[in-house]
């Protein structure tokens, strides 16, 4: 079951293609994320830093998810992106991403595969 709305941090029960935004400098745990189209798959981030984050995904097509962008999640939420946009997600396509963190940006990566 996909899970489209915000909460707390989980640790143990932290869902798969789970990505922490480490701190302010928007720096992550995983990069590249890989997502299966096939397996519908979503990606969750978690707001480890101490300060608000947003999510924006920077290509000409947007995000690759049906949740719309940005994200902003609050220091300890988790986000799920929702479920993968069957037009956009094409198999082997990149969608660079930035992490807007309260001090800097950084600019991770996540891949479709099959």
């Keep these: 079951m996909a899970e489209d709305s915000k909460q707390q941090a989980g640790g143990v029960n932290d869902p798969p293609n789970h990505v922490h ?3 302010d400098r928007g720096h992550v745990d995983r990069d ?3 997502v299966s189209k096939s397996a519908q798959e979503e990606v969750f981030w978690t ?3 101490r300060k608000n984050a947003s999510i924006v995904f920077d290509t000409k097509d947007g ?10 999640l609050q220091p300890g939420e988790r986000f799920s992106s929702g479920c993968l946009d069957a037009d956009k997600a ?3 396509k990149e969608f660079k991403y ?4 309260a001090d800097e940006p950084n600019d991770p990566v996540v891949i479709i595969d099959n």
């Design 98 to 101: 930035t992490v807007i963190g």
């Design 21 to 23: 935004i480490l701190d």
């Design 32 to 34: 590249p994320v890989h």
């Design 63 to 72: 995000s690759p998810f049906r949740a719309q962008d940005p994200f902003v």
């Design 90 to 92: 094409r198999v082997g």
């Design 47 to 49: 707001n480890l830093g």
